[in-house]
């Protein structure tokens, strides 16, 4: 019979007024499976973590149960311990007899019998345990970029240091989107001086690979070992290894082809703010009267976009400095405009004599706008030319590298981040990051924060030379159960889980795996197991606290 | 005098929210009934059906799942399959003709821990109206 260890913490009053805990030892005293009762006042401290080591050592346990606080709290301080013991630190259960037990239940027998009866389940489970290993791989520090906009060409110089190598990948040329602007709101610098000053920085650093006109053709693995295929410019295959994956394919501008109201392709002398800003604007003498529709496609997507308002303005102040006598009408829904320097550049906007227009409904004519104003009255305006600000959308490939890479989509269709507010650049595929365009619709300044971001991120995860570690109560196959019937497979969130076709069994890849146990609650015939969390280990929970 | 029935409630609470919000609920001192006999597995997707069984079958007054809002899991999505899965319990409980308010499936996030206190005393309340469990008489494990 192995040697089981139970230690009572009394954790100074806390537990030790709440809980009887003379009364806890006289009934546990009994239980064979128990070699020993030990009794601590604060068994966190420094000569607590003393007297827990010396323990073990002096009463040669096998396998520890220890009565305290919540595991959220210590398990970890006493896993330690027990390693530096020389025993394994999954032989070991907590028993939270302190939040749940002593401190919620103001009877002092009540909570005598609940922490009873929930050291009784930690004795019962703890002979199930079995040793698990820390484990841990070797990984590869370097980095792939996908996407060479302004997100990807700064997520590369952000990570770009010595003994690792940043590939960036773009399938077009450099740039993305500041390729076919003019100028930046609010400074209203030039966008091509800025996008040139960065490509040069790219293009000479020595950390950096770049591939222009190149496309991904496969990408397996996982973090910390990722091998993508690539086809570069002179159809040349290329395999790289890295570790980690840095999305930024950025989206698109909204086509507004399908909304028949906004007359696009329908007259000549629509455009949209894209369009205007990447070529009507050079070519053409700017006619009489301009207006700029805001919010086109808003509805029909479901969300602002934050630029397009900022944007539209952006427009009116260089058509006003090309052409200073041309009349300039913002036809807005809502003005979105958040941030510090957003009032003043709408201030300074208005003064440059650029009318605002607030409509609820709209239609485009031609040569004319005809709109329900903000107070209900029809209304027709003549214009010699229309821009549409259109809304961002996801780009064409967003669908495939969330297949590719199996990261779950928004309900917009960009990429989405693990946690809107806590984790907003991760994925929940472990070392794959995302950041700019692809992310939602965001400015140069959030395009570049997340580049930061995203490059911190990747850089503190996997840093060279060091070792991954990887979750130990992850779950088992046990192959001669297993029917392959696939059900694991499917509830699976993280493609941990695969066929293997030539054996009809399911197979786990325990990097993936994060261990939520879903797999084994779902498996009809037992075959998927959660280490640590077995039936076994939960039935003989059950058992005790129901006897 | 007449002895009064408290009931027993094996709770499954995930470790990333629902334990952490009974923690919380310790650390605030919120008082309620001793009820509840928590169990800790990693995500409330571990639970499986069969957990839930057994627990009524050895007796268990009533079974308490908790886990992280909708949206919120720490595995994304495990805690729709748990909704599935006890709205499957339940059915297959109501299609035998026995009770199916014996199984609770409640979200309390790590900050919830005066929901948590709610969710335990209201639960426990309404299998103390109720009376044990009678499958406790006729089925023996
Ligand atoms: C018309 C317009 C005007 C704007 N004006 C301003 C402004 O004045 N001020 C401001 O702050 N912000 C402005 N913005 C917003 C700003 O341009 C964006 O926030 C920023 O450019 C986003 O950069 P990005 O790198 O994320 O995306 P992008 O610039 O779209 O870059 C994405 C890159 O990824 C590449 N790519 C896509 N798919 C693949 C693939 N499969 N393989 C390899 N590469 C791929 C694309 O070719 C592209 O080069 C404007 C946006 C638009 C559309
Ligand atoms: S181990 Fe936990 S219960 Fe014991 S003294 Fe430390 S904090 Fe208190
Ligand atoms: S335990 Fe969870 S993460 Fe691991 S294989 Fe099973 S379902 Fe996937
Ligand atoms: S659910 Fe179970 S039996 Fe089916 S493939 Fe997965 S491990 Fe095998
Ligand atoms: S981790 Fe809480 S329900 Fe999945």
């Known amino acids: 019979m192995t040697k089981v260890g139970l230690f009572l913490c009394e954790c100074g009053p806390n537990i030790a007024e709440a809980v009887d805990l003379d009364k806890v030892t006289e009934v546990i005293k009994g239980d064979k499976k128990v070699a020993l009762i030990e009794r601590h006042r604060l068994l966190c401290s420094e000569d607590g973590k003393k007297f827990l080591a010396e323990s073990i050592k002096k009463n040669g346990f096998e396998r520890i149960v220890i009565a305290a606080c919540s595991p959220k709290q210590h398990e970890n301080t006493f896993m330690e311990v027990m390693t530096r013991a020389g025993l394994n630190p999954y032989l070991f259960q907590m028993v939270n007899i302190r939040e749940q037990c002593a401190w919620m239940t103001p009877d002092k027998e009540l909570a005598t019998q609940k922490a009873i009866r929930l050291i009784r389940a930690a004795i019962n489970r703890i002979n199930y345990h079995t040793p698990l290993k820390q484990k841990e791989i070797e990984c590869s520090p370097d980095v792939l970029i996908i996407g060479a906009g302004i997100t990807g060409i700064e997520t590369a110089l952000r990570t770009a240091q010595k003994n690792r190598n940043i590939y960036i990948v773009e399938k077009n040329e450099l740039g993305g989107v500041l390729n076919r602007l003019q100028s930046l709101y609010p400074g209203m610098q030039s966008a091509r001086e800025l996008l040139q000053k960065k490509i040069k920085e790219i293009k000479s650093h020595p950390e950096i690979k770049v591939f222009q006109k190149s496309k991904i053709k496969e990408i397996l693995g996982f973090f910390g070992n990722f091998i993508a295929r690539i086809e570069t410019e002179d159809k040349k295959e290329v395999k790289l290894n890295i570790g980690s994956i840095i999305l930024t394919i950025g989206g698109e501008t909204f086509v507004p082809a399908e909304l028949p109201n906004f007359g696009y392709k329908k007259f000549e002398n629509v455009f949209t703010a894209d369009e205007f800003e990447n070529s009507v604007i050079n070519k053409e003498n700017l006619p009489q009267t301009i207006a700029i529709v805001h919010c086109v496609g808003r509805e029909k997507f479901g969300y602002c976009s934050k630029i397009c308002c900022a944007n539209s303005m952006k427009l009116a102040r260089l058509i006003k400095e090309k052409s200073k006598n041309t009349k300039v009408f913002q036809f807005y829904k809502e003005l979105c405009l958040p941030g510090k320097e957003y009032d003043q550049f709408y201030k300074e906007t208005k003064e440059q004599g650029v009318e605002f227009i607030r409509y609820k409904n709209i239609e485009i004519g031609d040569h004319k706008i005809d709109y329900i104003s903000e107070d209900e009255i029809k209304q027709s305006l003549s214009v010699d030319m229309i821009i549409l600000s259109t809304g961002l959308v996801p780009g064409k490939d967003t669908q495939y590298f969330a297949n590719l890479l199996n990261i779950p989509l928004d309900d917009y269709g960009f990429f989405k981040e693990e946690h809107i507010k806590l984790a907003p650049v991760s994925t929940i595929t472990e070392g794959i990051s995302i950041a700019g365009g692809c992310q939602g619709p965001q400015d140069l300044n959030d395009a570049v924060i997340q580049a930061g971001a995203s490059a911190g991120r990747t850089l503190s995860s996997l840093i060279p030379g060091r070792r991954l570690q990887v979750e130990a109560k992850t779950c088992e196959i046990a192959d001669s159960i297993c029917v392959g019937c696939g059900v694991c497979v499917r509830v699976c969130t993280y493609g941990a889980l695969t066929i293997d076709e030539s054996k009809h069994i399911s197979v786990v890849n325990e990097v993936l795996c994060r261990g939520c146990g879903n797999c084994a609650a779902a498996c009809p015939s037992g075959a998927a197991r959660h280490r640590h969390f077995t039936n076994q280990e939960i039935y003989q929970e059950e058992r005790a606290m129901l006897k | ?141």
């Open chain 2, 1 to 141: 005098m007449e002895q009064t029935f408290n009931p027993r409630i094996i709770g499954f609470l995930c470790n990333w929210c629902s334990y952490a919000g009974a923690d919380l609920a310790g650390v605030s001192r919120l008082q309620m009934p001793p009820s509840i006999i928590p169990i800790r597995v990693m995500c409330s997707s571990r639970v499986d059906p069969l957990f839930i069984l057994t627990a009524l079958l050895r007796g268990s007054d009533a079974v308490l799942v908790a886990g992280c809002h909708p949206g919120d899991c720490h595995y994304q999505y495990g805690n729709y399959h748990t909704r599935r899965r006890i709205v499957l319990f339940n059915k297959i409980f109501e299609t035998l003709g026995l009770e199916t308010d014996r199984v609770r499936l409640a979200w309390v996030s790590a900050s919830e821990g005066g929901r948590y206190r709610d969710v335990v005393t209201q639960f426990t309340e309404h299998i103390k109206e109720k009376g044990p469990n009678p499958l406790k008489k006729e089925i023996f494990l």
